[in-house]
Every structure is written in structure tokens, then in C-alpha cells.
């Protein structure tokens, strides 16, 4: 069993231990996938780990079972959303200047739709 680390003020914590709603569509013992809740593209799904990372930033040696798992579950919901023969466009917002909101670790992943690049 993976001790999990939560952070107090972080919405994702939040989430994970569901002191906020979300709708979850995969869980593990060490990932959690929900549905973003102001959707950029028909699916758009936010996978992250339960553990708190704050962002790419910060991942360290032990950190790889975790991001193994979180690649996998990504593969996994594409697939169920139907996305493997589409296509499917997989984000990771580190740092400020990239446009990430939420420090706790995510991927956005998003399908659906044509995504065009570069991203901007
Ligand atoms: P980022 O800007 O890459 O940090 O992504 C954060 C994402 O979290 C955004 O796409 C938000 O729409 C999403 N988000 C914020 N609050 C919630 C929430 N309560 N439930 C689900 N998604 C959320
Ligand atoms: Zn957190």
C-alpha cells in the first residue's frame, strides 16, 4: 500500500480524499481521473496522481511506479472514450508560465475534436 501525502489548500487533495464532488471515471490506489469541469473539447479529463506532486517540477527517484501508472490509466480511458483511433491530445501545464492553475500534478487529457499546433 502506497502511503499517500495530502496538501492542506489544495484543491486536488480536495478532490481526492472527496471533501469536493467530481465526477470520477477511474480510480486506483494511486490515480484518479474526473472530468474537468469547464471542458475544452468533447471528453476532457484530468488523470492525476492521489499522492500530492505539485508538477513535473517536482517529480523525484521513487516517483516512477506513480507515473507508470498515471501513463497507463491515461491509455486506458482513451481507449474507453473511444479516442485511440481519433486521436487524443494529452497536456501538462508545469509552472505558471505554462498556464498551470492547479500545483498538483495533472493531465489533461481531450478528445472529440480536431486540436490544432502549436497548441499556443
Ligand atoms: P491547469 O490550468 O493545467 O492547472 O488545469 C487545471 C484544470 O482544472 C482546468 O482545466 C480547470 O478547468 C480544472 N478544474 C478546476 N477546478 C476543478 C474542479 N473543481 N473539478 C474539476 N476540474 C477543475
Ligand atoms: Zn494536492
Redesign the pocket.
Known amino acids: 500500500m502506497t502511503e499517500l501525502h495530502f496538501e492542506k489548500k489544495c484543491?486536488f487533495c480536495d478532490?481526492v480524499q472527496k471533501q469536493?464532488p467530481?465526477t470520477v471515471v477511474y480510480e486506483d490506489e494511486t490515480v484518479l481521473a474526473?472530468?474537468?469541469?469547464?471542458p475544452q473539447a468533447p471528453v476532457h479529463l484530468?488523470i492525476i496522481p492521489k499522492t500530492h506532486i505539485p508538477s513535473l517540477a517536482d517529480l523525484k527517484p521513487g516517483d516512477e511506479r506513480i507515473m507508470a501508472d498515471l501513463i497507463l490509466a491515461i491509455r486506458k480511458l482513451a481507449e474507453e472514450q473511444n479516442l485511440l483511433e481519433s486521436g487524443f491530445r494529452t497536456v501538462m501545464?508545469s509552472g505558471e508560465g505554462a498556464?498551470?492553475?492547479?500545483f498538483h500534478l495533472?493531465v489533461?487529457l481531450m478528445g472529440g475534436r480536431l486540436f490544432q499546433w502549436p497548441p499556443g
Open positions: 484543491l478532490i469536493i467530481s474526473f472530468e474537468d469541469i469547464i484530468l501545464n498556464g498551470q492553475t492547479v495533472h489533461h
